[in-house]
């Protein structure tokens, strides 16, 4: 039996956790890029200030600069930075057995050694966020992402093959020494295991297959999934095979999931080809969500799902196109800490 838990997304938080982009790969390289780019951040942070507090982790030599966009409600720590993804970087919060929080610090290696990315500054910002926040580490061996792990508080957490065991983040890792420190950590005593994840996100700048923006546990026993209706889309066929995977599998109270599928959105392509966009990538806060928009004719009836799934929380959105440009989503960029119990 684990002494640590990782609460469901929808339980009392004290605060959300994020990280302001700094030069490099998601700032981009022109002046308009940039300010898309921090004024995107810093909406999302605004957003999420209609519910609760935002800390954000702030490189040195954007202090100036960051103070530019985010209004003075935002609390801000410096700490030099790579790059901007807070729950990939940052650490995945969990009960003691007590109540009280602590701050899991997994390995992070740039999304499996890619060799775009930067990590020498970013793998230190979990210790560095768990310090902050004032909660014990619980370190791990495991090289994982917090985009890469979705629960329901109950003992069942959702993985996908391709990220945990990634022979770029964990080779030779097997399915039993995955989970076995996956119970340790967060407590987990079932894992579901997707056999990937979306088509973008499996390319070159992707994550190679966060269930982040596939699947998410909206309540025990409810999987809210990620569904490509058009033909046309490569993600079509994979999110075919992600449902019948999932069919086959159940929590770990042993219920047969009940899943609610989620349209993707209308859009198909942007410059790059075909697109990831995704509603699953949202951020449950006390009392609302905070949903990825896509100036989209499948917004509002995103938003309605949302809504519906998570009674009694006002949903907010925001354009995520910027963020998706970029690689990830509203879920992407945010790390929520619960409130002791």
Known sequence: ?????????????????????????????????????????????????????????????????????????????????????????????????????????????????????????????????????????????????????????????????????DPGRNPGISKATAEAELARTIGTSHVVWLPRGLTRDSERFGTRGHVDIVAAITSPGRLLLHTQGDELHPDYIVCQQIRAALEQTHDAAGRAWEIVEMPAPATLTDAEGFVDYSYINHLVVNGGVIACSYADAHDADAAAILAEQYPGRRVVTVDARPLFERGGGIHCITQQQPSSR
Not at 9 to 28: H, I, K
Not at 134 to 155: A, K, M
Request: aromatic content about 10%; cysteine-free.
């Open 1 to 165: 039996m684990s002494d640590y838990t990782m609460p469901a997304e929808g339980a009392p938080q004290d605060l959300v956790w994020m990280a302001f982009p700094s030069e490099g790969y998601s700032l981009g390289d022109t002046e308009e890029a940039k300010d898309e780019a921090r004024s995107t951040w810093a909406a999302v942070a605004h957003a999420i200030l209609e519910f609760e507090p935002v800390r954000m982790v702030v490189d040195p030599d954007e202090r100036a600069v960051a103070k530019r966009y985010l209004s003075a409600d935002v609390e801000i720590i410096e700490a030099p930075l790579n790059d901007a993804w807070m729950r990939d970087i940052g650490p995945t919060f969990v009960h003691a057995a007590d109540g009280s929080v602590a701050g899991v610090d997994w390995v992070f290696n740039g999304w499996g050694a890619q060799d775009w990315a930067e990590w020498d500054l970013d793998q230190k910002i979990g210790a560095f966020v768990a310090d902050q926040a004032g909660v014990p580490i619980v370190s791990s061996p495991l090289v994982n992402e917090g985009g890469g792990i979705q629960v329901d508080g109950q003992g069942t957490v959702l993985v996908t093959e391709t990220v945990q065991l």
